[in-house]
T-cell receptor, first 113, second 114 residues
Framework: EADIYQTPRYLVIGTGKKITLECSQTMGHDKMYWYQQDPGMELHLIHYSYGVNSTEKGDLSSESTVSRIRTEHFPLTLESARPSHTSQYLC????????????FGEGSWLTVV | AQSVTQLGSHVSVSEGALVLLRCNYSSSVPPYLFWYVQYPNQGLQLLLKYTTGATLVKGINGFEAEFKKSETSFHLTKPSAHMSDAAEYFCAVSLNTGGFKTIFGAGTRLFVKA
């Protein structure tokens, strides 16, 4: 299994603040993903990357942005947080040769007040 | 485009009873299929997966699932429920063509009664 780490796990911030959610994996996976999940609800893909310098928007429109400068690192940034951004953000990674299996971090809970 | 439908947002069983969580998929090409489990305030953990080969797949914690192409189904079962099985379960589908996105179902919350 992949070792994939997300920080912070829990964050409460004020409206208008800029925040970055960190995600790192140590397995050298080429693909990485960000999903957004409201409590008790389904997962929505908001960003994904096939490799360094590759980023794509997912199926759910998001005001966040991502970057992939290093294979192991895929941070997500909100330039100006709003209460509507309150949610859980799940980072995942996977390798093409593993039957497209993806592995998740423990999630980052963001609350914007 | 692929899609996943999980029948029943909530399933309740008694401890020791059979667990059956239903998942149907739609895909134009042979899919890869997955079941994940999510405990409160945690990420998703892979239970089992089907890629190719044997259609009955065994996973962790005594769960198994059977890929039935004719029914486009990948139902998850466990012969005897345990209290620790109470969680949210997600079925997912992925294709090895035209991108590698994994699409998840809406999830089924499993309740286990003592």
């Amino acid at each position: 299994e992949a070792d994939i780490y997300q920080t912070p796990r829990y964050l409460v911030i004020g409206t208008g603040k800029k925040i970055t959610l960190e995600c790192s994996q140590t397995m050298g996976h080429d693909k990485m993903y960000w999903y957004q999940q409201d409590p008790g609800m389904e997962l929505h893909l908001i960003h994904y990357s096939y490799g360094v310098n590759s980023t794509e928007k997912g199926d759910l429109s998001s005001e966040s942005t991502v970057s992939r400068i290093r294979t192991e690192h895929f941070p997500l940034t909100l330039e100006s947080a709003r209460p509507s951004h309150t949610s859980q953000y799940l980072c995942a990674s996977g390798h093409t040769g593993a039957g497209n299996t993806i592995y998740f971090g423990e999630g980052s809970w963001l609350t914007v007040v | 485009a692929q899609s996943v439908t999980q029948l029943g947002s909530h399933v309740s069983v008694s401890e020791g009873a059979l667990v059956l969580l239903r998942c149907n998929y739609s895909s134009s090409v042979p899919p890869y299929l997955f079941w994940y489990v999510q405990y409160p305030n945690q990420g998703l953990q892979l239970l089992l997966k089907y890629t190719t080969g044997a259609t009955l797949v065994k996973g962790i914690n005594g769960f198994e699932a059977e890929f039935k192409k004719s029914e486009t189904s990948f139902h998850l079962t466990k012969p005897s429920a345990h209290m620790s099985d109470a969680a949210e379960y997600f079925c997912a589908v992925s294709l090895n063509t035209g991108g590698f996105k994994t699409i998840f179902g809406a999830g089924t919350r499993l309740f286990v009664k003592a």
